[in-house]
């Protein structure tokens, strides 16, 4: 099984309407982040959280929610879709050493989204 | 000047070929840094990570040049199966990982 999970993995909706994106891992890592990405512009931050109280913004925050239901649960909301919101989600995973670095991180398969 | 700068390429280059990859970084305070490999329309998985006296894995070989803050990926001898979107990736500090857009690569038969 995969070690981290997202659902669904592909997803059409139509503007306005409200969608959640979840992500789940076994991995026992604390850190887990909300990705997007598109043709040209790279993977951009959306969200990350290293513990189940923490919870930060990222480099493209805006029209965007997360939850951290658990450590193992991450879930990314669009309250209102919009098209150029259509984009390939990744969540992420990633652990702490105990200093504070950040090491490696294991990426879900992602999810397709489209926005009409 | 953006934080990760890559060549978007495409690097086109036969089997058998060497083809190396550069990356610039502009936090000179970035503590580790990452090369990723991307497949078309899937997850990036972690390459190797690069360390300060240049680390090589099989036909990969990875370097560090913290005065000058680029980082560098060298392929030997390659294969169709290289034949990906490679990311250069930096941890500026406590804070999560800073992706490069991405070198792509096609290895042609």
């Known amino acids: 099984d995969a070690d981290v999970t997202q659902t669904p993995r592909n997803r059409i909706t139509k503007t306005g309407k409200r969608i959640m994106l979840e992500c789940s891992q076994t991995k026992g890592h604390d850190r887990m982040y909300w990705y997007r990405q598109d043709p040209g512009l790279g993977l951009r931050l959306i969200y990350y959280?290293?513990?189940?109280?923490?919870?930060n913004k990222g480099e493209i925050s805006d029209g965007y929610s997360v939850s951290r239901q658990a450590q193992a649960k991450f879930s990314l909301s669009l309250e209102s879709a919009i098209p150029n919101q259509t984009a390939l989600y990744f969540c992420?995973?990633?652990?702490?050493?105990?200093?504070?670095?950040?090491?490696?991180?294991?990426f879900g398969p992602g999810t397709r989204l489209t926005v009409l | 000047r953006k934080e990760v700068e890559q060549d978007p390429g495409p690097f086109n280059v036969p089997e058998g070929a060497t083809v190396a990859f550069n990356c610039t970084y502009s936090n000179s305070a970035s503590q580790s840094f990452f090369w990723y490999r991307q497949d078309c329309r899937k997850e990036p998985k972690l390459l190797m990570s690069?360390?300060?006296s240049g680390n090589e894995d099989g036909r990969f070989t990875a370097q560090l040049n913290r005065a000058s803050q680029y980082i560098s990926l060298l392929i030997r001898d390659s294969k169709l199966s290289d034949s990906a979107t490679y990311l250069c990736v930096v941890m500026p500090g406590n804070t999560p990982l800073v992706f490069g857009k991405g070198t792509r690569l096609s290895v042609i038969a």
């Open positions: 690069v360390y300060s």
């Open positions: 992420a995973t990633s652990d702490s050493d105990g200093q504070g670095s950040t090491d490696t991180q294991y």
């Open positions: 959280s290293f513990d189940v109280k923490d919870i």
